[in-house]
């Protein structure tokens, strides 16, 4: 037991019934059963929180998709651009072959044209 201040008992005692004003203590009665109206706030709580994460994943869903649509739209414009830097290599040979005088003339009578003051002859009938 701890030492009595002056004047007071050690513990003070409830004459009544017997026992320490310090021993029991004053609980908050809850109703059992019935309807429960209570709010489980915890389980709101993680259910917004799974909302508000869905919603910042699907925020960031169209960026993704417009990254994939970008990316594979320059694959295609680079095998594009591969292609027409070949076409134009091709196309500056050809100038280059086709600025010799004899190249020019066998490449005109091939198409079908003649000098100016020849004479076109056309022969049906020879086979391939």
Known sequence: MQPAAAGRPACARDERFGVSTRSYRVYRVRPRGGSRSRVNWERIGRIALVLVLFAVLLSYLNPLVNLADSWRDSHSERARFDHLTRENAELRKR??????????????????????GERPYVIRGLGD
């Open 95 to 116: 100038e280059q072959a086709l600025s010799d005088p004899e190249a020019l003339e066998r490449e005109a009578r091939s198409l079908g044209m003649v000098v100016p």
